[in-house]
């Protein structure tokens, strides 16, 4: 189980707060997320609706990279720097 996306999903959904979270038993996670199957929250329709796919996470920069050039190959990994 993924615990953090089940706790990211409450927060968000739900504004739970994760001290409440820890308070919920597994069986009433289980139940919203059954209902949420019919009736999704508002941030997952529209993740559908505007067809929003999760970023990559980004690639850790290593600490011996003293030059910083590391990072700057990470934010742009194809090489191409787009303007505007």
Known sequence: MDFGLIYARLMTACGFTPTEIDEMSLADVIALFAYWRQHPPVNEILQCVYRLEPKP?????????????GALIARFPDGQVKAG
């Open 57 to 69: 996470e980004p690639k850790a920069v290593s600490r011996d990279d003293p030059s910083g050039i």
